[in-house]
């Protein structure tokens, strides 16, 4: 009886770890493909902000963007 229960809690623990580092990994490709901001976006944000952003402001950004991808 215990057996089967530790069993089954075992094997829920597996499959939870198992489906989170698949989620992540499809996560990241999906990301990579279609990132969730561009330079065209960072441009237009600075824009709003008042600024005129320069190509080594938005090169930066996008560096930035993509350290914490």
């Given at each position: 009886?215990?057996?089967?229960?530790?069993?089954?809690?075992i094997g829920l623990?597996?499959?939870l770890a198992i489906g989170i580092f698949v989620a992540r990994k499809l996560m990241m490709k999906y990301i990579k493909k279609n990132p969730p901001?561009?330079?065209?976006m960072i441009k237009?944000?600075?824009?709003?902000?008042g600024r005129t952003?320069?190509?080594k402001q938005v090169n930066q950004m996008?560096?930035?963007?993509?350290?914490?991808?």
């Open positions: 009886m215990w057996h089967d229960i530790l069993m089954v809690v623990i597996i499959g901001i561009n330079e065209e237009a944000l600075m824009s709003g902000m952003p320069n190509q996008m560096k930035q963007m993509q350290k914490y991808m």
